[in-house]
């Protein structure tokens, strides 16, 4: 397995506390990485170490296969990134900043630029200054930035924050053709768990400093098979009658009004009929799925760690 980032107890500590601690991660070449956590989580602080911004308390950090030092000026090279908010010289253009910024890492393609900010449908700005531009603007403006070299390796932290939902649908397109046509592995970092569901391949779930799972998105599908919701007054007699009346087993009541029928060997319309004949009120009922957002809080809250 070829793998462009592995970091091995990656630990940070700021005042005495951990707010990184003995993180494990491996990142495939070629795949895009959901990185999900709540605010405060660390997944910023881990994304500023793989960059060198951050230096480790202790733990390596390996990338493209090497040990990542605070000499490792060609590795970056290979490497884009927006951390936190995107900066800009206000006063400045769009096409402006991503010229400067071509010239300050010694990357001459002037094509490029033109390149990039079609890639981010970045349109009408022309005489524009960046003073002038909406957070989505600077968003995109800050992913041109990124991707104009064309990297080996893109880390984005929370890249589609001030989009609407349009251009949230450009960019998920844009980060699959970024993966799929050009190679380019990205570690991406989200609070929008839907968002990360539908381009990620592998997902990271990090809860106060600690990595609580890397898992494969088809994993987690595989695992979380569809189930049936029914929602009653009267749980005491619905559990009775599912169990002696419909004989299943694989059920569980998840709240004092709710249960979940995980036996898929009936349909709806048989539990619906058997719990009406025998007296009990069935207000809703649905055939469901289990998403990410099930399994992520379940890891953050049901795992024994508070978010």
Do not use: W
């Given at each position: 397995?070829?793998?462009?980032?592995?970091?091995?107890?990656?630990?940070?500590?700021?005042?005495?506390?951990?707010?990184?601690?003995?993180?494990?991660?491996?990142?495939?070449?070629?795949?895009?990485?959901?990185?999900?956590?709540?605010?405060?989580?660390?997944?910023?602080?881990?994304?500023?170490?793989?960059?060198?911004?951050?230096?480790?308390?202790?733990?390596?950090?390996?990338?493209?296969?090497?040990?990542?030092?605070?000499?490792?000026?060609?590795?970056?090279?290979?490497?884009?990134?927006?951390?936190?908010?995107?900066?800009?010289?206000?006063?400045?253009?769009?096409?402006?900043?991503?010229?400067?910024?071509?010239?300050?890492?010694?990357?001459?393609?002037?094509?490029?630029?033109?390149?990039?900010?079609?890639?981010?449908?970045?349109?009408?700005?022309?005489?524009?200054?960046?003073?002038?531009?909406?957070?989505?603007?600077?968003?995109?403006?800050?992913?041109?930035?990124?991707?104009i070299t064309k990297p080996e390796l893109l880390i984005l932290d929370e890249p589609i924050n001030g989009l609407d939902p349009v251009g949230i649908k450009e960019l998920r397109k844009l980060f699959k053709m970024l993966c799929e046509d050009y190679g380019i592995t990205l570690l991406?970092?989200?609070?929008?768990?839907?968002?990360?569901?539908?381009?990620?391949?592998?997902?990271?779930?990090?809860?106060?400093?600690?990595?609580?799972?890397?898992?494969?998105?088809?994993?987690?599908?595989?695992?979380?098979?569809?189930?049936?919701?029914?929602?009653?007054?009267?749980?005491?007699?619905?559990?009775?009658?599912?169990?002696?009346?419909?004989?299943?087993?694989?059920?569980?009541?998840?709240?004092?009004?709710?249960?979940?029928?995980?036996?898929?060997?009936?349909?709806?319309?048989?539990?619906?009929?058997?719990?009406?004949?025998?007296?009990?009120?069935?207000?809703?009922?649905?055939?469901?799925?289990?998403?990410?957002?099930?399994?992520?809080?379940?890891?953050?809250?049901?795992?024994?760690?508070?978010?």
């Amino acid at each position: 397995m070829s793998y462009i980032i592995q970091t091995n107890q990656l630990t940070k500590t700021y005042k005495g506390k951990d707010v990184v601690k003995n993180v494990n991660m491996k990142v495939k070449k070629g795949e895009i990485y959901g990185f999900l956590g709540p605010n405060g989580a660390g997944k910023t602080t881990v994304m500023k170490m793989l960059m060198n911004l951050v230096k480790p308390t202790s733990g390596e950090i390996e990338l493209f296969g090497k040990r990542l030092t605070s000499t490792s000026y060609e590795m970056l090279k290979r490497m884009g990134s927006i951390i936190e908010y995107p900066v800009f010289y206000d006063k400045m253009s769009a096409r402006e900043n991503l010229d400067l910024h071509c010239e300050y890492i010694g990357y001459y393609n002037k094509k490029a630029i033109d390149s990039a900010l079609d890639l981010v449908q970045l349109k009408n700005i022309e005489g524009k200054s960046v003073k002038d531009f909406s957070l989505g603007m600077k968003q995109r403006l800050g992913l041109a930035r990124a991707i104009i070299t064309k990297p080996e390796l893109l880390i984005l932290d929370e890249p589609i924050n001030g989009l609407d939902p349009v251009g949230i649908k450009e960019l998920r397109k844009l980060f699959k053709m970024l993966c799929e046509d050009y190679g380019i592995t990205l570690l991406i970092s989200s609070h929008i768990l839907g968002e990360i569901e539908q381009i990620a391949h592998t997902v990271g779930v990090i809860s106060d400093g600690n990595l609580v799972e890397e898992v494969s998105i088809d994993n987690i599908r595989e695992e979380n098979t569809e189930y049936i919701e029914l929602k009653t007054n009267n749980i005491k007699k619905a559990v009775y009658v599912i169990r002696e009346h419909l004989r299943l087993t694989n059920f569980k009541v998840i709240e004092e009004s709710r249960i979940r029928i995980y036996e898929l060997t009936v349909s709806q319309g048989e539990i619906s009929q058997a719990l009406i004949l025998n007296g009990v009120m069935v207000e809703e009922m649905n055939k469901k799925s289990h998403s990410l957002e099930d399994y992520f809080m379940t890891l953050i809250n049901g795992g024994g760690i508070s978010a």
